[in-house]
């Protein structure tokens, strides 16, 4: 049974920084990406980092230069690192495996305020 669980989020201050891990077990190899989305309230869903199977990395506009994504295939863990955050990060940030099928973390949120 694939699972993928997200762990780091919290309340943060303007300028502050969090790193978000996701721990994938089950099936999910190297072969699947590996990305996150957020979703804020009463917005949908939208990407903000994956990591392709062979490495390569695409950001969201809105987050290029502050964030970092990066996976460890022996771990099976993939980790965000957000720096400079703002206000407008705040959302539930997601977990996700890709390859044949899809597979969702259950979120943990990320809360800029001061």
């Known amino acids: 049974q694939v699972q993928l669980v997200e762990s780091g989020g919290g309340l943060v201050q303007p300028g502050g920084s969090l790193r978000l891990s996701c721990a994938a077990s089950g099936s999910i190899d190297s072969r699947y990406a590996m990305g996150w989305y957020r979703q804020a309230p009463g917005k949908q869903r939208e990407l903000v980092a994956v990591v392709g199977s062979g490495g390569t990395i695409n950001y969201a506009d809105s987050v290029k230069g502050r964030f970092t994504i990066s996976r460890d295939n022996a771990k099976n863990t993939v980790v965000l690192q957000m720096n400079s955050l703002k206000p407008e990060d705040t959302a539930v940030y997601y977990c996700?495996?890709?390859?044949?099928?899809?597979?969702w973390g259950k979120g943990t949120l990320v809360t800029v305020s001061s």
């Open positions: 996700r495996a890709s390859y044949i099928l899809m597979y």
